[in-house]
């Protein structure tokens, strides 16, 4: 089922939450985007600082691509590949803590790349994710 259709985050243009092809998904990149359009993990002081919580923003991630697998039938252990983007690599340390509580060394292939920008300042992480399809 698409994200439009289940009521979920929407993609941000015309393209699906999850592609299958032969006997993958393609899942586009996600964010801590929620449904009201802001994003989890950033808040801003009463003097204006931004800060960004790159665990708190990777843990939403995850748990909507928990949600995307499992409402096409998939599972968060069919996971074999994981991009991470990152706009800081100073929050590297901290994304991995975070990623090492949902995957184990024998997990999913992963690489990160460091990236200048993505599509709302307040996101600091975004992953891009393919799985093993359901038979
Ligand atoms: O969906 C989001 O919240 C952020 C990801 C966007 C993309 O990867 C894209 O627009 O291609």
Redesign the pocket.
């Given at each position: 089922m698409s994200a439009a259709a289940s009521g979920a985050?929407k993609?941000?243009?015309n393209?699906p939450d999850l592609k299958r092809e032969g006997g993958l998904l393609f899942l586009?990149?996600?964010?801590a985007?929620q449904a009201d359009g802001t994003i989890a993990g950033a808040a801003r002081a009463s003097d204006g600082a931004e800060t960004h919580d790159v665990a708190e923003q990777l843990r939403v991630i995850l748990r909507k691509v928990g949600e995307t697998l499992a409402r096409n039938g998939g599972s968060f252990g069919d996971i074999v590949d994981v991009t991470v983007f990152l706009t800081d690599m100073r929050h590297y340390r901290a994304m991995n803590d975070e990623y090492n509580m949902w995957f184990a060394v024998d997990g999913p292939a992963r690489t990160t790349v460091g990236v200048n920008e993505?599509?709302?300042p307040d996101?600091v992480v975004?992953l891009k994710v393919v799985a093993r399809a359901p038979a």
């Open positions: 985050v993609p941000l243009a393209y586009s990149g996600m964010s985007r993505l599509p709302h996101m975004e």
